[in-house]
Nanobody
Framework: QVQLVESGGGLVQAGGSLRLSCAAS????????MAWYRQPPGKEREWVAT???????LYAGSVQGRFTISRDGARNTVYLQMNSLKPEDTAVYYC????????????????WGQGIQVTVSS
């Protein structure tokens, strides 16, 4: 079982920055891709950004140019640097890790973090 621990959320004024972190831990697994999702108040959860094992990155149009996803492979940690924050970025942010568990046979699983609140005031 892979566990994810998120940190770095909080309250910030519009135009400010925050950096989210998500550390994965467990035994006998290999991470494929890591991603961030968010769920604004009263809305469905939505995809924000993904970084692949090879380091390729993809972003939702609403955050392109403002958010940067990165990872530290040695620490199994993914980051989301959020700049030029807007009130509409207010949401609970979730870390998502697609990984392979070394079982017989190996299985692909997705783990979710517990969610962390980001609030942007106008």
């Amino acid at each position: 079982q892979v566990q994810l621990v998120e940190s770095g959320g909080g309250l910030v004024q519009a135009g400010g920055s925050l950096r989210l972190s998500c550390a994965a831990s467990g035994v006998a697994f290999r991470i494929n891709s890591m991603a961030w999702y968010r769920q604004p108040p009263g809305k469905e959860r939505e995809w924000v950004a993904t970084i692949t094992r090879g380091g390729s990155t993809l972003y939702a149009g609403s955050v392109q140019g403002r958010f940067t996803i990165s990872r530290d492979g040695a620490r199994n940690t993914v980051y989301l640097q959020m700049n030029s924050l807007k009130p509409e970025d207010t949401a609970v942010y979730y870390c998502n890790v697609n990984h392979v568990r070394f079982e017989t046979p190996p299985v692909v699983r997705t783990a979710w973090g517990q969610g962390i609140q980001v609030t942007v005031s106008s």
